[in-house]
Every structure is written in C-alpha cells, then in structure tokens.
C-alpha cells in the first residue's frame, strides 16, 4: 500500500520581479540602484525598486520624489506592464506544469500544493529546485520558495532568505513552533498596525511570546475570533487549501450598442440572441444554472444587475427565456441603454435541486423540464451541424 504523502505547500515569489524584468531586458541597468515607477518630478510613487535601490531604504509605495532623495544616483525607469505579464505568464505555465493546484496571489507570486506532484518529482525541496531551475532557464530571473506542510508557513519562509532562495520548514510540531518563536509579531497574518499595538502593549512582540500567553487575555485584547485565530497561526496552524479559478462558475455574454438604444423591440431582439448564446454554452459544458442575471449599462454608464432563481437548475432555452425575459421585463425603463447582458451562475453538473434554495421564480413541472432539455438538446445539434442561422424560434420571426 502507498503511504499518504505529506501535505507540501510552496510559496513562490519572485525576486524584486518588475525591477529584474527591466535589468535583465537593459543589461546597462544591472548591478545599478533601479527604480520602476513615475520620474521624481511627476509626483508619482515607486513601483517596485531593485536590490541595489532597497540598501538606500527605497521601498515601493514611496514618493518618488523621496526616493531620489535617498539614493541621487538611482535610475528610474517606466514601467513596462506588458513585459511583465508575458513573464508572468512564463512562471505560472511552469507553475502548471508541477500542480494543478496554483492559486496566484500577484502578478508574481503563488502558492502551489505539490502534495501530489510528489509521487511523480521527489521532496517538496526538490520540486521546489526544479521550479527554481526553470525559472531562471526561461525567464533569467530568480525567484524564493519557501516549502512547508500549510500555506501560512511557506508564505513566511519564502520572504525569509530573499533573494534567489530555498527556505525549508520542518514538518514536526515542536520544531515548527521553535521556526515561528524568534520571528516578530508583524510577520502574521492579520496583524495589521492597531493589532500590533495592542498585543505590544501585552508585552508580546514575538511569535514565541504569543505562543506562551494564556487565551483570555489574548481573548481580552482583540476579541475571540482574532485570539482564536493568532493562537492557532502563532503555533503555525492553518488549515486552508489551494483556491483555483479554473473551474468555470458562471457564464455571461454581452453586447455594448454602437449608439445607445432607446428601442425595446430592438433590446429584447438583441438580448434574447444573448440569451440563447449563453444557453448553448451552458449546455456544451454540461452544466445547469440555479441562477440567471440582467445587467444593463444606461447611457451615463451607471449600471444595474439584477438576479432571479430558478427552484430547479435549468440549462434549456425556454425556461433561461422565461427568466431572463422577466427580468428585462422589470427592469428595463425608458431609458437609452448602453450595453445589455445575460449570464447564469449556480452552475451545476445536475438538475437535482439544492438542499437548501430559495423558490424565487417557478421552473416548469418535471415532465414539461425534461421535455425542453431534450428540445433545447436537440436544437444545439442542428445548429452545429447547420449553422446558427438555420433554426429560430416562430417568436423571432415576427
Ligand atoms: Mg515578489
């Protein structure tokens, strides 16, 4: 039998990424103090500043004008937002090409759970090599990974050694706890600046004096769900997993108008096509929707949504028309609009009605429901065999 591995987090954070990107496609600003963001005349802040900048305290949020200041001699240099995503792009690929379980956090930093990417490349510090290797192959940049068993952990190691770094947590409770005790308070999650104060003034400034300090009186500086909380993370406890995007929760077309509509035949024409547009996509991705949207942008661009249930997730063209329809029919005023659109969320693999849900606008009884899937079905197949032109409903045609 297999042993259950582990559970391995990295962090991965690129190392002063806008600032490298620009050194390494200007080889004339390496080994200089560069920094990326609006000149010092111009008002604006730094965006990012190389490791030859920080050693002058330049940091980014700062005014520019102060940065100069600092260091006479920095070079500043625009930003170049387009670079940057391209190399982006380039590590989470890499990112990919370990775990399907990525979750970005900038544009340059994500946590990756490799739990299972360990049957296939080895220890959580030799996959976190590997990624550092591709890294610096494909980008010439580098990066620090901290790995350890929960999100938290890996967040604060990958921050310790920086840059160019691989920092280790170890996986043993009593050990974990010694990792964190030096460590100052600041360096936890959710201890913001007011927080820091009041556990100051308690006499804790590190990790290790959290870890010791009984509950109540945490409980008596900031309340319990914050004691809960510091308690369980200064002993290195956290319980989250990776959040991915990937999966597609909801599904929206819309259409701005060339010039702003005021006619409602016009609307509703263009709106039920988005409708049945959503609904084909719906239906070839296998999912019915518990919940369908209005969005309508009037012409000073403020904007509505408005939103209607389903007691039973539908995925056919005339219950998402009936729905959709109702909306627009409530919504819409004698207005010129901008933009329209339709989407559905709620998506499910089934129509089997949630445990809980909130009966807001009727489905058709089951036998009527089966019969317009099996209509709406049909209909998809003809339409991709002939072409979306070669079915309508009689409705449209008048
Ligand atoms: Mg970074």
């Known amino acids: 039998m297999m042993q259950p591995l582990p559970t391995t987090f990295l962090h991965v954070d690129m190392d002063a990424f806008f600032a490298s990107v620009e050194q390494r496609d200007h080889p004339e600003l390496r080994g200089k103090p560069v920094v990326v963001g609006a000149p010092p005349g111009q008002r604006g802040v730094v965006a990012a500043a190389s490791y030859e900048a920080r050693k002058y305290g330049i940091h980014s949020a700062m005014p520019s004008s102060t940065a100069q200041q600092k260091c006479p001699h920095a070079v500043f240099v625009a930003h170049n937002m387009a670079r940057y995503k391209e190399a982006s792009r380039q590590i989470m690929r890499i990112f990919e090409s370990y775990t399907p379980l990525v979750q970005p956090l900038s544009i340059d930093e994500a946590f990756l759970d490799v739990t299972g990417a360990r049957r296939l490349f080895g220890t959580g510090q030799a996959i976190a090599e590997k990624i550092r290797r591709d890294i610096l192959e494909q980008t010439e940049l580098t990066a620090s990974v901290g790995v350890a068993p929960n999100m938290f952990l890996a967040k604060i190691a990958s921050d310790m050694n920086k840059p160019d770094s691989l920092t280790m947590v170890p996986f043993e409770q009593k050990a974990i706890e010694q990792f964190l005790a030096p460590l100052p308070i600041g360096r936890m999650w959710g201890v913001g600046k007011v927080t820091q104060k009041k556990l100051l003034s308690l006499g804790l400034s590190t990790i290790g004096q959290l870890q010791q300090c009984d509950f109540p009186t945490l409980e008596r500086a900031v309340g319990p769900r914050a004691a809960r909380g510091f308690s369980q993370l200064a002993h290195g406890i956290d319980e989250r997993s990776i959040e991915t995007d990937s ?152």
């Open 247 to 398: 999966e597609e929760k909801s599904i929206s077309n819309e259409t701005t108008f060339a010039e702003d509509l005021t006619d409602r035949e016009q609307i509703e024409a263009v709106y039920k096509r988005l409708i049945d547009k959503v609904g084909a996509r719906l239906r070839k991705a296998g999912y019915f929707a518990s919940t369908v949207h209005l969005k309508i942008r009037w012409s000073d661009f403020s904007t509505i949504t408005r939103q209607t249930r389903f007691s039973i997730p539908c995925a056919d063209d005339v219950s998402l028309r009936e729905a959709g329809m109702a909306l627009l029919e409530e919504h819409l005023r004698r207005r010129p609009v901008r933009l329209i659109g339709f989407g559905v969320s709620g998506l499910s693999e089934t129509d089997q009605p949630p445990a809980q849900q909130l009966n807001l606008f009727e489905a058709p009884d089951t036998a009527e429901h089966e019969k317009r899937n099996r209509l709406s079905r049909a209909a998809d197949g003809i339409k991709e065999k002939y072409g979306g032109q070669s079915l309508r409903r009689g409705s449209d045609l008048n």
